[in-house]
């Protein structure tokens, strides 16, 4: 607590000092010199660490960086000696600002706090009961944009934040903002960030999945037939009119970030982007869109859940998988685990009483995909003999990201976390790739962001030593090439 | 102890879940399964007919070998050929790249079978198939009191057949392999009013209509290529399961709620129908459906042995459930702690369970008292033989006659070619206080190791040999 | 002679004799005129208080033991009347110091006030009992009857030898056994006045012990001439023996925290006799505090608790192990059935206690514990004839007691009893 301030005002007289320097106001921020940090320790996440080298931000993209470039005439030096730069951090799912939290809070903690009167664990994810296929429902039409936590938690170091809608089987789309948006319009970068899909251990998730998966499968087929083919009676016209209108025009509508990479195996290469992205209600600006494209003829009526999922199916689009536990694991791989399609899985918590996910290293490699969990230990079931879940699926080859959560006291304590996974053996590099370039796959903008390299955005985090030495201290965050004002 | 921390541990023990379920059955090894590709294909299998996967061997040697059956075989071993038992006896020859566990000096069982369980990630919502959690560690805690199967869920009761349970297998970390069957078990219970009799012989007979219809069938269809399958009569479904053979009716003698300060008797008194003229009345039922039924802790079955094994009836009871006699009524002549033994002697198949108590629970119970659970299936055994059942028989208790109550004993229950490998090794006799499982074998592969796991290893048995038996 | 009800009688009757009433006594007495020496001949003798004894006779005169030891060394009298048990065992009789069910039902918590140390069970127990003759067919020949747990004092229990059937004078061994103390979790209120909370309840219970003290020290010092006569306090008489030290306090606790308290208010402070019954749940993290006063512990009806490492924590062994040698074991009937103390022994056994300790758990250790030593607990000359015969190992469920005897009367013969 008392260090959590001490850092805080820490923060805040740095922030004051630099504001000096910096114009603040983002009014005033017309200032289109480059920057230029100079002696700098850069930990680049794609590519060797420059232990002391120049990082140049240009037009909020980074312009160059090394250890011989040079700052270029004109551009405000930053001086870096002492400093260790690091792209922002990527919260790749989070309930930040919609109420009740997305992630449980490490059950581990559960089992240290004693042994007697062990509750039996929470039915996982939605917990079942209400699974039903919501999957072209946008989360950020729930969202009321003038919340804080957005701004605080940018300033605690996440300069990319996605939100997760909530509930088993297929929530809806996630949304991938930009956390100093004031407006929805500002806040919303990508309104169809992933789909979400959610696992739950029991017979109405299941059932929906292995339904729902196998109209989708269909709808694929059916989106593969030629378009002309005319068909006896009405439906095939609908058919034919999805056929075309899908994936035949892109948007015009603005350049969107980059389409979805396509480092899923099964995944066809398809230029054209999803269509659907431009849905949904609720403002012009980036996710704005009409619902359904305007004024089409009378077809039969399409299901725009179902026409999300055979997206999925196709490669489309990327899916944010939740599985709480080695259990849902195994249930899910017995009903779905056929379906490919491309994936980030997300563990919410270290679910001890159906077990954590280094119990399943063989069915997790299986799914060729990269994990997203709590960055915590964890331990054996009622017991306090620890456990390092992170370590043991990255030992196994399998790709580890982090979980950040939803508040900001969750974040600030983020790099605290990391070194408990470190200091128990998970390489550095790991951890903090974790919290970066794993998570910005996760969304598909790691082109854009989640390392630094030449022509990506200047998403940066400036620390004061190391960040994963007790004494590392964030001095300041950039986000776009924008230095963020430390206080709202 | 008082009734709050009574209660609230009746709560925990209490999870039974009363939901219906989907089939599924057991299956070879996964692909992906480190032990099965880890085999080296036998050069000398024993008849394997165009198999495509080399079987996997794990073999039991050199131990006092328990059948389940009532029969021990003294350094005898047990061969396994991936999830089945392939051979049991003296001077097996072992296929090249048997995996092999000595258990020289140990006790070889068959994985104790529980007739009523709870928990042990059997899932709380139905179906189960869709809920087992295969990684609770509940699962460990009952490999290590020595339960490889068991029956969870709802046993019925009331007027008509009801029920929806299934048999658990407690194959660690195998979603599929869990549930062995479902619904195998129906329930009702007595006494029945006049009318709910007469409406279950109409039931019966409906449901005989029905399957003979059913078996007409095939030369109807040949002569009328119209005709149409009969349909399953109203409500008889489950009735038609027990005639077909796939459910076995388990009848509930009522049984009441234990008084914690009601003078130590278990097994609730005044319970009328637990008196002979209910065990006739259940009686009746299977004289009806034409097989034996269940009959579940029938207080009085002591006194009318023959009459129960005539229709070929078996009987679930815990040796010490007590119910006193009622001086005041002459048919009312309670519980006797030699039920298990009188009965066996009639030939009558018992399946024991652990006492209706405050703490006693269907489960693997966490509550502090040991003895009184699933935690130590043995003491439940071991109190028959203190009613006067042979030692050796008593193991059937636990095993074999479990089995046949749950309708699972054609896969479960003993150590006999071609059933499931599911195998104990004790580090002493089955039934004896001390004795601790040391290594657990379900469907063929090393589930649970004492040594390895967290809940026994610190303890040494316990090996008096002054006081042994 | 009638059962005293006016609280001074008994109080009296009890400053007589602590540990033998004189209505055992007369009956000793009677019996030894009347019958002849009984040899028990049996394969092996467990005394409980000594070495096994392979090819023992014990010899019993008037409900007595007159000797025991090896058949080789054992002369026995040429009128004795010889009962071979052949390959039987003989063990001493169980005693059971947390035992509610001599009452023939509930009915033990006056939930009333909190407390109630005028109060007694004596008043409720039925000699036609069930539940006390099936705890003589387990082997079970001493309980202590107590209270409930529902209040901070229940009232005091009364220690009974399991004669079932017969007159309660002849089952009584003390009428106040001992007084019956609850700390922790269950006696808390949950009401509106003082003793809401467990700081409410103890500060209640202090005033009261307070009083006693006060009381019986008056009364001593008027007795050794010192003090005035002081004003008889029917409501504090029994509780005057506490502080007599003639009649101990068994006090249900539980958990670290109360264990710790429970000591510390009536070692440390009051210092009277106390045995730690029940000890449960974490109460074995303070096992180390307990030794160093050498707390008598009473433990059970939990046999276990999972440790921090998720093991399966032996109640008895972790005191055992911190150096609480002083030992018992209970059922805490009917939550384990009063005919099971056995089998708490034989768990205890499971979980890595060393065997003898488990047995003198279930006999001479209890029988010191409560102040019963002299009368029964082990097979040695001068006690109470209280043993039983079994097929072999007394703690192993599989064997029933073939034969029990109280005072040397047979009372349970195996088939008596479903």
């Known amino acids: ?58 037009n909020g993209k980074i312009d160059a960086l090394g250890a011989d470039v040079t700052a270029p005439a004109g551009a405000r030096i930053v001086d870096g000696t002492g400093m260790t730069i690091m792209p922002g951090l990527v919260s790749a799912w989070s309930r930040a600002g919609l109420g009740g939290q997305a992630a449980p809070r490490n059950d581990a903690g559960a089992s240290r706090r004693g042994n007697r009167g062990q509750q039996a664990p929470m039915p996982m994810g939605g917990g079942g009961g209400g699974a039903q296929n919501r999957a072209a429902t946008k989360v950020i039409e729930s969202i009321y944009p003038k919340q804080e936590v957005f701004g605080d938690l940018l300033r605690t170091g996440i300069t990319s934040l996605a939100l997760t809608p909530q509930g088993s089987a297929f929530p809806g789309l996630g949304a991938l903002l930009r956390p100093d948006g004031k407006t929805l319009e500002q806040l919303t970068a990508r309104d169809d960030a992933f789909v979400m899909v959610t696992m739950a251990r029991e017979q109405q998730t299941k059932k929906l999945f292995s339904e ?67 849905e949904g209600q609720g403002g012009q600006g980036q996710g704005a869109p009409g619902a359904q494209a305007p004024a089409k003829k009378p077809e ?160 940066l985090l400036v620390f004061r030593g190391d960040p994963l030495t007790p004494t590392g201290e964030l001095q300041s965050v950039w986000l776009a090439g924008r230095e963020v004002p430390q206080q709202p | 102890m008082r009734i709050q921390a009574i209660l609230a541990l009746a709560v925990l023990a209490t999870t039974l879940v009363d939901l219906p379920a989907q089939g599924r059955g ?138 929806s349970n299934a048999v658990i297998k407690l194959a660690y970390g195998d979603v599929k392999a869990m549930v062995v069957q479902e619904d195998s078990v129906v329930g009702m219970s007595v006494p029945l009013p006049l009318a709910d009799r007469e409406k279950f012989a109409d039931t019966v007979k409906k449901a005989r209509e029905y399957l003979a219809a059913i078996e007409e069938f095939p030369k109807k269809k040949a002569a009328d290529a119209n005709a149409k399958e009969p349909p399953m009569p109203g409500g008889a479904d489950k009735v038609v399961a027990i005639l077909r053979g796939k459910a076995r009716l388990w009848v509930s003698l009522g049984g009441g709620g234990f008084n914690p300060f009601g003078g130590g008797r278990r097994g609730g008194g005044g319970a009328r129908a637990n008196d002979i003229e209910g065990i006739r009345q259940a009686l009746e039922l299977s004289k009806l459906l034409g097989q034996g039924i269940v009959l ?65 629970g269907a489960g693997v119970g966490t509550g502090g008292i040991l003895g009184q659970d699933l935690n130590t299936p043995q003491i439940d055994a071991a109190f028959a033989v203190r009613g006067g059942l042979d030692n050796r028989k008593a193991l059937r208790t636990i095993t074999l006659d479990s089995a046949k109550m749950i309708g699972a004993d054609a896969r479960i229950g003993s150590l006999e070619v071609g059933k499931d490998a599911d195998v104990l090794i004790l580090d002493g006799d089955p039934l004896h206080y001390s004795t601790f499982v040391e290594t657990a074998v379900v469907n063929g592969k090393v589930v649970y190791e004492k040594g390895k796991e967290t809940l026994y290893s610190h303890i040494d048995r316990h090996t008096d040999r002054q006081n042994a038996r | 002679m009638a059962l005293p009800a006016p609280p001074r009688l008994a109080a009296k009757l009890l400053l007589w004799g602590a540990s033998a009433s004189l209505l055992a006594a007369q009956h000793a007495a009677a019996d030894q005129r009347a019958h002849p ?43 004795a009347k010889v009962q071979d048990h052949g390959n039987l065992w003989l063990c001493p009789g169980f005693v059971d110091l947390h035992h509610h069910v001599s009452g023939g039902g509930g009915d033990i918590n006056d939930m009333v006030a909190p407390l109630n140390a005028e109060m007694r069970t004596l008043d409720v127990v039925k000699p036609s009992e069930e539940s006390i003759r099936r705890a003589a067919a387990g082997g079970v020949t001493t309980t202590l009857f107590i ?74 010092a008027f007795a050794a001439g010192t003090g005035d006569k002081p004003k008889f306090d029917a409501s504090l008489e029994q509780l005057r023996l506490v502080f007599d030290k003639t009649v101990p306090v068994l006090i249900h606790t539980a958990g670290a925290r109360d264990c710790i308290a429970t000591a510390r208010m009536f070692q440390d402070v009051f210092d009277v006799r106390m045995v730690l019954s029940h000890g449960c749940f974490d109460g074995w993290v303070a096992a180390t505090a307990l030794a160093k006063r050498q707390t008598p512990v009473n433990l059970g009806p939990r046999m276990y608790e999972f440790d921090k490492y998720g093991r399966f924590q032996g109640t008895c062994q972790a005191y055992w192990d911190a150096g609480c040698h002083d030992m018992s074991i209970n059922t805490d009937a009917p939550v384990v059935a009063a005919e099971e103390l056995q089998l708490q022994a034989a768990m205890a056994i499971r979980l890595g206690l060393d065997y003898e300790v488990a ?55 195996l088939g008596d009893i479903r």
Not at chain 1, 374 to 401: C, N, Y
């Open chain 1, 1 to 58: 607590m008392s260090l959590q301030h001490t850092t805080l005002r820490a923060l805040l007289a740095m922030a004051a000092s630099i504001a000096c320097a910096v114009a603040q106001d983002p009014a005033t921020i017309t200032d289109r010199r480059p920057v230029a940090f100079t002696n700098a320790r850069i930990l680049t996440m794609s590519g060797n660490t420059i232990e002391r080298g120049t990082l140049v931000v240009k």
């Open chain 1, 212 to 278: 729902t998966f196998e109209k989708a499968k269909k709808l694929v087929e059916e989106r593969k037939k030629p378009p002309e083919a005319p068909k006896p009676a009405e439906a095939p016209a609908g058919d034919q009119k999805a056929g075309e209108a899908k994936p035949g025009e892109p948007k015009p509508g603005e350049a969107k970030t980059e389409p979805p990479k396509g480092e899923q195996p099964p995944k066809p290469e398809d230029k054209p982007k999803p269509d659907e992205k431009k």
């Open chain 1, 300 to 459: 039969a009526p399409k299901d725009p859940n179902l026409e999300v999922l055979a997206d999925l199916l196709e490669g489309k689009r990327k899916a944010i998988l939740q599985i709480d536990s080695a259990a849902d694991l195994l249930h899910w791989e017995a009903v779905a685990g056929e379906v490919k399609f491309p994936r980030t899985l997300v563990v919410s918590r270290h679910d001890t009483m159906s077990g954590t996910m280094d119990v399943v290293l063989d069915q997790l490699k299986a799914m060729k995909c990269a994990v997203l969990m709590q960055p915590d230990l964890s331990s054996l079931p009622r017991s306090r003999f620890l456990t390092h879940p992170a370590k043991r699926l990255h030992d196994a080859g399998i790709e580890v990201g982090f979980l950040l959560g939803d508040n900001p006291n969750t974040t600030r304590v983020l790099f605290f976390r990391l070194m408990e996974l470190v200091r128990s053996g998970l390489p550095a590099d790991v951890a903090l790739r974790g919290v970066t370039l794993v998570p910005a796959k996760a969304l598909g903008i790691e082109a854009r962001t989640g390392s630094l390299e030449v022509g990506k955005d200047a998403d």
């Open chain 2, 26 to 163: 057991r299956r070879g090894p996964r692909p992906g399964d480190p032990n099965a590709e880890a085999a080296t294909p036998p050069v000398a299998a024993p008849a394997a007919p165009a198999e495509t996967k080399p079987k996997h061997y794990l073999a039991i040697v050199g131990g006092d070998v328990y059948l389940g059956t009532g029969q021990r075989l003294t350094g005898a071993s047990v061969l396994i050929a991936d999830d089945k038992i392939e051979a049991v006896g003296h001077n097996l020859t072992l296929p090249e790249g048997t995996t092999v566990i000595d258990a020289k000096g140990k006790v070889v069982s068959p994985g104790f079978v529980a007739v009523i369980g709870a928990g042990m990630g059997a899932g709380r919502s139905a179906p189960f198939a869709d809920a087992v959690n295969p990684f609770d560690p509940e699962i460990k805690q009952g490999l290590a009191a020595g339960i490889t199967s068991f029956l969870a869920g709802s046993t019925g009761g009331g007027s008509a057949p009801s029920g």
């Open chain 2, 296 to 360: 579940q802790k029938p207080t009085s079955a002591w006194l009318v042995p023959d009459e129960i094994a005539a229709t070929g009836s078996m009987v679930v009871l815990s040796p010490r459930d007590r119910m006193p006699a009622d001086p005041t009524d002459p048919d009312h002549t309670g519980s006797n702690l030699a039920s298990a033994a009188i009965l066996a002697a009639a030939g009558v198949p018992i399946a024991v369970t652990c006492p209706v108590g405050m703490f006693g």
């Open chain 3, 37 to 79: 020496i009984t040899a028990h001949l049996a394969a092996r003798i467990l005394p409980a208080d000594a070495p096994p004894i392979d090819t023992g006779v014990l010899l019993e005169q008037g409900g007595k033991i007159l000797a025991v030891g090896p058949r080789s060394s054992t002369p026995i009298p040429k009128d």
């Open chain 3, 147 to 220: 209270p409930g747990s529902g209040t901070n004092i229940g009232g005091f229990g009364v220690l009974l030898k399991m004669r079932w059937g017969g007159s309660l004078e002849a089952m009584v061994i003390r009428e106040l056994g001992a007084m019956k103390v609850a700390q922790g979790f269950n006696p808390e209120r949950r009401s509106g006045d003082l003793g809401l909370s467990r700081m409410g309840s103890s500060e209640l219970l202090v005033q009261l012990l307070e009083r006693g003290r006060d009381y019986a020290a008056a009364w001593r």
């Open chain 3, 359 to 413: 047995l003198r758990g279930l006999t001479i250790q209890p029988a010191q514990q409560i102040g019963i030593a002299d009368r029964t607990g082990s097979l040695a000359v001068g006690k109470d004839a209280d043993f039983q015969v079994t097929r072999g190992d007394p703690l192993d469920p599989r064997n029933p007691p073939e034969l029990v005897y109280i005072e040397g009367t047979l009372v349970h013969r």
